[in-house]
């Protein structure tokens, strides 16, 4: 079954046009933009659709950085067809178990995350040799990490109490770039920036690593990022246990030095979780989405552990100032 909907019947109109056979068209789930995917089989062969209306997402970004990740050695969903004007993909599909599937059924929780963190060891040795080559990406710079997590202050603080003002506002921002740039350097490398379980998946034809989705909005920044996106997951607890060998099976590899690597997990893991809390209560009060509320507690432990680092101090001052109950402070 699909929606009946004006777009879905797009959809069925453009796969009229397309060559064979195509069958058993049906919803496969809905992400927090505005894209949506089917199932169908394609001359009896299973595919994916990405349905991605184009006056709200382009799809020129996700089958770039596909083809991008596949040259890079990792395990993308491979383009079979791209109707950029339709706003169409048809990818190969990769079955159903994401590693939030695995988790569930039982596969342990340490090596799934072992398979993750190799993966992306696997891409930040490559990306140096591969960087040159690549159209340019944008840069997930200081501008574009504020524009992100003042998100919590114009939605998650908008019913507080007192109110949030501009000046709140700008105070915000301010212990926020004073923060980013304490940060020491660090050599840029792709972020995927939705590198979590929901995204991973246990192909169906290899044994080792794992399958990536959603990457889309993949910009260049530090490698931290999308470890500690992986390993502080707005939407599981992850063991502690588990998060201190991810920790140190990526230091091992990767070469980074350990201290400043830390600076920009602790910083960066702030930053992705006050964007997370912004975003969560916006899907839940402009886009009707509440379920996306039900993971707001969590965020908030992740938030108040965070800010307990020394690296965190201007933005912890401004909680403590403006929103203290979220350190459990009164």
Known sequence: MIPDDARSRQLRDWLETQPGNWSELALLRADASFRRYFRARHEGNPVVLMD?????????????????????????????????????????????????????????????????????????????????????????????????????????????????????????????????????????????????????????????????????????????????????????????????????RYLAASGCERAAFLQHYRVLGVQRTTKILGIFVRLARRDAKPRYLEHLPRLERLLARGLAHRDLAPVRAWFQRHMPERLGER
């Open 52 to 248: 991605a209306p184009p006056e709200r997402e382009a799809t020129e970004p996700f089958v770039r950085i596909a083809q991008l990740l596949q040259a890079l050695g990792l395990r993308p969903p491979r383009v079979l067809k791209h109707d950029a004007a339709a706003g169409f993909v048809v990818l190969e599909d990769l079955g159903d178990r994401t590693f939030t599937r695995a988790l569930a059924e039982g596969e342990p929780e340490g090596a799934l995350y072992d398979r993750a963190i190799d993966t992306l060891i696997q891409l930040h040795r490559a990306w140096p040799a591969t960087a040159a080559a690549v159209p340019a990406l944008p840069a997930y710079d200081r501008e574009r990490l504020l524009d992100e997590a003042v998100l919590l202050v114009d939605w998650y603080g908008a019913e507080a109490a007192p109110p949030l003002t501009a000046a709140s506002r700008d105070a915000f921002l301010a212990a926020w770039t004073q923060t980013l740039d304490r940060l020491p350097p660090l050599a840029s490398t792709l972020v995927l920036r939705d590198f979590h379980v929901d995204n991973l998946m246990l192909p169906p034809d290899t044994e080792a690593g794992c399958a990536v989705l959603d990457f889309q909005d993949a910009v260049i920044g530090s490698p931290a990022y999308d470890v500690v996106s992986l390993l502080e997951d707005a939407r599981r607890e992850v063991s502690p246990a588990t998060v201190e060998r991810g920790l140190e």
